[in-house]
């Protein structure tokens, strides 16, 4: 099994960055790597973002490219998603997951809530 805690959540205003982070425990070494969904209220959950764990390699979706950052410290397993240029349409809990395949999202945190204002 796989423990995930997320952090970092919060309300910010418009335009404005937030920091989150997953830590992740437990087998950790039978993941392929980690990455980040969020669900708004009355909307299906969505992917966010995804790392590998060994290339580091990473994924976006289209709403959030260059915005935000996901990116990972191997030694600690730990997972991070800077988000800057906040919009309200980021407002949603959001989930980190541990992946034990390419697409393969086994294990979910609890969540974090995000809220934006405008």
């Known amino acids: 099994q796989v423990q995930l805690v997320e952090s970092g959540g919060g309300l910010v205003q418009a335009g404005g960055s937030l920091r989150l982070s997953c830590a992740a425990s437990?087998?950790?070494?039978?993941?392929?790597?980690m990455g980040w969904f969020r669900q708004a209220p009355g909307n299906e959950r969505e992917f966010v973002a995804r790392?590998?764990?060994?290339?580091?390699?990473?994924y976006y979706a289209d709403s959030v490219k260059g915005r935000f950052t996901i990116s990972r410290d191997n030694a600690k397993r730990t997972v991070y998603l800077q988000m800057n240029s906040l919009k309200p349409e980021d407002t949603a809990v959001y989930y980190c997951?541990?992946?034990?395949?390419?697409?393969?999202?086994?294990?979910w945190g609890q969540g974090t809530q995000v809220a934006v204002s405008s």
């Open positions: 437990g087998r950790t070494f039978s993941t392929y790597g």
């Open positions: 790392i590998r764990w060994s290339t580091g390699s990473t």
């Open positions: 997951v541990a992946a034990v395949g390419p697409g393969q999202y086994d294990y």
